[in-house]
């Protein structure tokens, strides 16, 4: 029986004494597309935040390739999860190339300089979301939507077993939308697992293979976009 690359088994999570994520079931098998879909305030961005380790569960268990999350160091949790949120600052002016190379540092022995094999999969990064061309520029005069086209080319570059994005679409244009899940769908298809959450149904249903709506903290349906 194959592992599941992640699973989670009655988790609770909230903030101070607000529960926000109710005994939420999940599981992901290599190679999945899921959307998670659901009102605002539901819980979707929480169960993300969770599953990236940035909010610790409140209870339950979450398992990631059959391995608690404790078990990972920073650099080795980098290769098995990548995650873009829907908001990311970046305070300081680090030309563009400099912030998707980020992206390769789990797989940077430490004191080492970046490979050919690094520069070459960075590069591809920017050319595959249309950033190549900002590469020198420094990432804090980019606009929100092309700010966020590099931190997708950095999480394409981190190469991760696992994907998630937290609404990563909200500032780009309906055209970079629709591209840019079509490249993530070609350079993870038969590689990796997605996880997405999305705020348009219709863009949810023609990227997924699967769908989860979850409302007032708990999953509702689970099913394919058909379901």
């Known amino acids: 029986m194959t592992t599941p690359l992640l699973q989670g ?52 268990l979450l398992l990631y390739q059959g391995e608690g999350a404790e078990s990972f ?8 999860v990548g995650f873009v949120a829907q908001e990311s600052e970046i305070p300081f002016a680090y030309p563009v190339y400099d912030v998707v190379m980020m992206g390769r540092n789990p797989h940077i022995p430490r004191f080492r300089q970046p490979s050919h094999r690094d520069h070459e999969i960075v590069r591809n990064a920017l050319e595959q979301t249309g950033t190549l061309p900002l ?12 700010r966020q086209r590099v931190l997708i080319a950095r999480v394409l570059a981190q190469d991760p077993a696992l994907l998630l994005l937290d609404e990563p679409f909200a500032h780009i244009d309906l055209h970079h939308q629709h591209e840019l899940l079509r490249i993530i769908r070609e350079t993870t298809r038969g590689r990796k697992a997605v996880i997405g959450v999305f705020h348009d149904i219709n863009l949810a249903a ?22």
Do not use: W
Request: with cysteine; aromatic share 4%; net charge neutral.
């Open 73 to 80: 160091s920073f650099r080795e949790f980098g290769e098995v």
């Open 135 to 146: 590469a020198n520029r420094p990432v804090t005069s980019l606009s929100g939507g092309e």
């Open 206 to 227: 023609s990227s997924c293979d699967h769908l989860i709506l979850i409302h007032e903290g708990v999953i509702r349906a689970s099913g394919t976009p058909r379901e």
């Open 9 to 60: 088994d009655g988790i609770s999570a909230g903030y101070r004494d607000h529960e926000v994520l109710k005994q939420v079931r999940i599981q992901v098998s290599n190679h999945q597309f899921i959307g998670i879909i659901g009102p605002n305030g539901s819980g979707k961005s929480t169960l993300m935040q969770v599953i990236a380790r940035s909010v610790s569960p409140s209870s339950g």
